[in-house]
């Protein structure tokens, strides 16, 4: 058996070394489950030749790193930036917004994946703990959904849109749920996704968006069609609750809330991402983090 040994505070600690570990570490730029399972096992048979029986997790590193620049000198490049990542000190928050229905759940489920990360928080929940603190009398608002709150606002302005006016003062209670999360992850130095339609670009504090690890995505679907279809997949799950019929009237006022995301994401700077293609948005996402955090230009 092969050990692999850390150091956690001064003391060490060791495991054994496993390839399915290694595999999903080096699945970094969609290679594939089976292909980077080929190259975990190529890792272990060199490990055995050089009849190494205990070696430290940064040798590993080293020896992974010469594997992969004799085999792709861009996946080496790519498994280098995301060990950076990995190794920085600060918490990684990585927040994905839009409107109903573009994909924000499924979308960091699958970048939590990509970069092993452990937690992913929707804001759907932190909403529904509130409805249970703050009663629909003193907020109506969030007790309805984000496209439809404008019905219970108890005097609409006159000066703007009424499902966007809704919208805002749905997502801007929410956001106070959202804020804790990110103070809570960063006092706990927790990496964390935190995804729904309650990410909001501008509605988080400039205090904490300036001072962390933390980077904003917007997604989209640029195609009405498209969005439709996502509600069917969606709603077509045997184990979905939701029902179709109710995104299929809310429909217009879901779009409303979109064009509402895009113009704040223009105004505050965060990545715009029509979400057609998965591999493409995840590709656009990896590639965003790392720029911003480890000063890597697109290695894709
Ligand atoms: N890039 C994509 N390609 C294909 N299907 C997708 C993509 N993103 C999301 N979906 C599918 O669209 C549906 C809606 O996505 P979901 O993540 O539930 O949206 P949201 O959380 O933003 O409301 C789901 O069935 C999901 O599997
Ligand atoms: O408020 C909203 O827009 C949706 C958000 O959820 P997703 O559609 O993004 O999952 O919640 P709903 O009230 O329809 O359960």
Same mark, same amino acid.
């Given at each position: 058996?092969?050990?692999?040994?850390?150091?956690?505070?001064?003391?060490?600690?060791?495991?054994?070394?496993?390839?399915?570990?290694?595999?999903?570490?080096?699945?970094?730029?969609?290679?594939?489950?089976?292909?980077?399972?080929?190259?975990?096992?190529? $890792?272990?048979?060199?490990?055995? #030749?050089? @009849?190494?029986? !205990?070696?430290?997790?940064?040798?590993? &590193? *080293?020896? +992974?790193?010469?594997?992969?620049?004799?085999?792709?000198?861009?996946?080496?490049?790519?498994?280098?930036?995301?060990?950076?990542?990995?190794?920085?000190?600060?918490?990684?928050?990585?927040?994905?917004?839009?409107?109903?229905?573009?994909?924000?759940?499924?979308?960091?489920?699958?970048?939590?994946?990509?970069?092993?990360?452990?937690?992913?928080?929707?804001?759907?929940?932190?909403?529904?703990?509130?409805?249970?603190?703050?009663?629909?009398?003193?907020?109506?608002?969030?007790?309805?959904?984000?496209?439809?709150?404008?019905?219970? $606002?108890?005097?609409?302005?006159? #000066?703007? @849109?009424?499902? !966007?006016?809704?919208?805002?003062?749905? &997502? *801007?209670? +929410?956001?106070?749920?959202?804020?804790?999360?990110?103070?809570?992850?960063?006092?706990?130095?927790?990496?964390?996704?935190?995804?729904?339609?309650?990410?909001?670009?501008?509605?988080?504090?400039?205090?904490?968006?300036?001072?962390?690890?933390?980077?904003?995505?917007?997604?989209?679907?640029?195609?009405?069609?498209?969005?439709?279809?996502?509600?069917?997949?969606?709603?077509?799950?045997?184990?979905?609750?939701?029902?179709?019929?109710?995104?299929?009237?809310?429909?217009?006022?879901?779009?409303?809330?979109?064009?509402?995301?895009?113009?704040?994401?223009?105004?505050?700077?965060?990545?715009?991402?029509?979400?057609?293609?998965?591999?493409?948005?995840?590709?656009?996402?990896?590639?965003?983090?790392?720029?911003?955090?480890?000063?890597?230009?697109?290695?894709?």
């Amino acid at each position: 058996m092969i050990w692999v040994t850390s150091n956690v505070d001064g003391e060490e600690y060791k495991e054994p070394f496993s390839k399915g570990i290694m595999s999903r570490s080096l699945n970094i730029s969609y290679i594939g489950s089976k292909r980077a399972y080929e190259l975990a096992s190529e $890792i272990e048979e060199e490990l055995i #030749k050089k @009849d190494m029986s !205990v070696i430290s997790r940064d040798e590993l &590193a *080293d020896i +992974v790193l010469n594997h992969l620049i004799t085999v792709d000198p861009k996946i080496a490049e790519k498994y280098k930036s995301l060990r950076l990542l990995r190794n920085s000190k600060k918490p990684l928050i990585i927040l994905i917004g839009g409107s109903s229905g573009v994909g924000t759940s499924s979308m960091a489920f699958e970048l939590a994946n990509r970069l092993r990360l452990k937690n992913i928080i929707s804001t759907d929940m932190i909403r529904e703990v509130m409805r249970k603190i703050v009663s629909k009398d003193l907020s109506p608002v969030i007790h309805k959904s984000s496209y439809d709150a404008y019905e219970s $606002i108890r005097t609409p302005s006159l #000066k703007m @849109d009424k499902i !966007v006016e809704g919208f805002i003062t749905h &997502a *801007d209670v +929410v956001n106070v749920g959202i804020e804790a999360i990110i103070e809570r992850s960063i006092k706990e130095g927790i990496s964390i996704i935190i995804e729904g339609v309650h990410v909001v670009p501008g509605f988080i504090s400039k205090d904490l968006m300036e001072n962390n690890n933390i980077i904003m995505f917007t997604l989209m679907i640029d195609d009405e069609e498209l969005h439709k279809q996502r509600f069917y997949l969606r709603c077509s799950q045997p184990w979905v609750k939701r029902s179709l019929e109710n995104y299929m009237e809310n429909f217009e006022s879901i779009r409303k809330t979109q064009d509402f995301f895009v113009e704040q994401a223009k105004i505050y700077d965060s990545h715009i991402i029509n979400n057609i293609e998965i591999n493409e948005t995840i590709n656009q996402m990896v590639s965003a983090i790392l720029e911003k955090f480890v000063g890597v230009n697109d290695v894709r």
